[in-house]
């Protein structure tokens, strides 16, 4: 009996297959995370058409920074499956300037949580 090596051709093939598939659901899960900030954002926007007090405008700010991050994640794997325009995701989803102007933007971190720029050095002498 003779060893045949394995084809490699098509071990590739199903590599790129599967890349392929979880590029693919990562879109589709990245893309319901930017629906999901969006329409919390619409939603508050609903409930607080009157002037919100100062605690209503720092959830709302909070809601914009979120759905900034969200479309930038979004984005961000839509260039990464080759998907280069995105002016049609501000279209399609409806995206408010605001919210593609903190796009890339982290949400700001809790008062406790906050994560250092750099980490500290202690002085050298």
Same mark, same amino acid.
């Given at each position: 009996?003779? !060893?045949? +090596?394995?084809? $490699?051709? &098509?071990?590739? %093939?199903?590599? =790129? @297959?599967?890349?392929? &598939?979880?590029?693919?659901?990562? #879109?589709?899960? #990245?893309? /319901? ?14 409930? %607080? ?9 720092? %959830? ?8 900034? !991050? ?7 794997? $839509? =260039?990464?499956?080759?998907? /280069?325009?995105? $002016?049609?995701?501000?279209?399609? !989803? @409806?995206? +408010? @300037? =605001?919210? %593609? ?6 949400? +700001?971190?809790?008062?406790?949580? /906050? $994560?250092?720029?750099?980490?500290? /050095?202690?002085?050298? +002498?």
């Amino acid at each position: 009996m003779q !060893y045949k +090596p394995p084809n $490699r051709s &098509a071990s590739a %093939h199903l590599i =790129e @297959t599967e890349i392929i &598939a979880e590029q693919a659901s990562a #879109l589709g899960r #990245l893309g /319901r995370g930017l629906e999901t900030a969006l329409q919390a954002l619409r939603d508050f926007d609903a409930a %607080h058409a009157a002037a919100p007090s100062d605690a209503g405008r720092r %959830h709302r700010a909070a809601l914009v920074a979120e759905a900034g !991050y969200a479309l930038w994640l979004f984005v961000v794997q $839509r =260039e990464a499956c080759g998907l /280069r325009d995105s $002016r049609a995701v501000m279209r399609d !989803y @409806t995206v +408010p @300037t =605001e919210v %593609h102007v903190r796009m890339g933007l982290p949400p +700001p971190q809790p008062q406790g949580k /906050r $994560r250092r720029s750099s980490p500290s /050095r202690p002085d050298r +002498p």
